[in-house]
């Protein structure tokens, strides 16, 4: 407990050190006088925000202000300051953007989707000319499909800007240290419970379609083997990469659809991967992300034109992913895990 009449004390000394009446360092704080007056009777104490709005104010620690003991000032530098501020989330800010996120949600798990799909309609293209039913050569058959590939990753592109710009908004829920007014955490807590169902659902059935995705190929490869049909072995084959791809990319919808509803419901319990001490250390991980798929993406494009064998380069993504997956796991390790 905050012992009233120390922290009266230090209240009225900081504010005659600076020369300030009661009435100046009110409207410095948007107060009335009497509430200061009463903080510095030690008939009421500041809540936390003003404890916080005191400090800045003050140029002093929170630390310094709760302590229940008289001591020498602690003047802090105002990076220190910036650190420890803190905003509170109003029910009505937390109901606005758990609505935009769910909206995000869905945009977000289609891009995403568009991205995994992307090389389907070039490996159907050329598993099709290989039957020989195509008039155009396989050269204008792969242009052809490498400019579709690259309108559907323009529309994915596309999305995740809008998406970063929906996202804007509320940046500073990543970023910065937050309360939540009062009730706020019940409703968001009732919410994520009565999501995590759907969580759950969602995140078995992607699991067992990834695990199963391989099986159409594997069909495929058998039937060649057989020979009990007439198309080709490169289409069937090259078939069974764009059922596996679709397979995939449907897993990944779900995945990232209930992963960002999720993550909406963390990032306001601070919760998960938006502890603070997660905070801290997101803005460098995105970096390194973000330099890393660049990479992916332009040894993918550079060695299938070079070899032009896009039925077989198509597996330096799902290698990449799981390498990624080991590159996220060392960046948490060196990060220090999880926030106690």
């Known amino acids: 407990m905050v012992n009233n009449m120390i922290l009266a004390d230090k209240i009225m000394t900081l504010r005659k050190q600076r020369g300030w009446s009661q009435e100046e360092l009110a409207d410095?704080?948007?107060?009335?006088?009497?509430?200061?007056?009463?903080?510095?009777?030690?008939?009421?104490?500041?809540d936390l925000d003003k404890i916080l709005k005191l400090s800045e104010i003050f140029g002093v620690s929170t630390d310094y202000l709760l302590k229940d003991?008289?001591?020498?000032?602690?003047?802090?530098?105002?990076?220190?300051?910036?650190?420890?501020?803190?905003?509170?989330i109003s029910m009505e800010e937390a109901g606005e953007f758990m609505e935009s996120q769910k909206a995000v949600s869905i945009?977000?798990?289609?891009?995403?989707?568009?991205?995994?799909?992307?090389?389907?309609?070039?490996?159907?293209?050329?598993?099709f000319h290989s039957t020989g039913k195509m008039s155009i050569s396989e050269g204008m058959t792969a242009i052809l499909g490498v400019v579709i590939l690259l309108l559907i990753?323009?529309?994915?592109?596309?999305?995740?800007?809008?998406?970063?710009?929906?996202?804007?908004?509320?940046?500073y829920l990543e970023e910065c240290a937050f309360v939540l007014d009062y009730g706020v955490r019940g409703v968001v807590e009732k919410e994520k419970e009565a999501f995590n169902i759907k969580y759950v659902a969602c995140t078995a059935v992607a699991t067992v379609m990834c695990i199963l995705s391989a099986v159409p190929l594997f069909a495929m490869i058998l039937v060649t083997e057989s020979g009990s049909t007439e198309l080709s072995e490169d289409f069937l084959v090259l078939l069974g990469v764009v059922i596996l791809l679709w397979v995939v990319a449907v897993a990944v919808f779900?995945?990232?659809?209930?992963?960002?509803?999720?993550?909406?419901?963390?990032?306001?319990?601070?919760?998960?991967?938006?502890?603070?001490?997660?905070?801290?250390?997101?803005?460098?991980?995105?970096?390194?992300?973000?330099?890393?798929?660049?990479?992916?993406?332009?040894?993918?494009?550079?060695?299938?034109?070079?070899?032009?064998?896009?039925?077989?380069?198509?597996?330096?993504?799902?290698?990449?992913?799981?390498?990624?997956?080991?590159?996220?796991?060392?960046?948490?390790?060196?990060?220090?895990?999880?926030?106690?």
């Open 254 to 340: 779900l995945f990232v659809w209930v992963n960002t509803r999720q993550g909406a419901y963390d990032k306001l319990l601070q919760k998960g991967e938006y502890t603070r001490k997660r905070k801290e250390n997101k803005k460098r991980s995105e970096v390194i992300h973000e330099i890393y798929w660049s990479l992916v993406t332009a040894v993918y494009l550079g060695v299938s034109f070079w070899t032009m064998k896009w039925h077989i380069t198509w597996i330096i993504w799902p290698v990449a992913a799981v390498a990624g997956a080991v590159l996220d796991g060392i960046l948490r390790l060196c990060c220090g895990g999880e926030e106690e």
């Open 107 to 127: 945009w977000m798990a289609l891009a995403t989707m568009l991205c995994v799909m992307s090389p389907t309609p070039l490996l159907f293209m050329l598993g």
């Open 69 to 88: 003991e008289k001591e020498d000032v602690e003047y802090v530098s105002e990076d220190a300051l910036e650190e420890q501020t803190i905003c509170r």
């Open 28 to 46: 410095k704080m948007n107060i009335s006088r009497q509430s200061v007056s009463k903080w510095e009777s030690g008939a009421s104490i500041p």
């Open 153 to 171: 990753v323009a529309a994915a592109t596309a999305l995740f800007i809008i998406i970063g710009s929906l996202n804007k908004k509320y940046e």
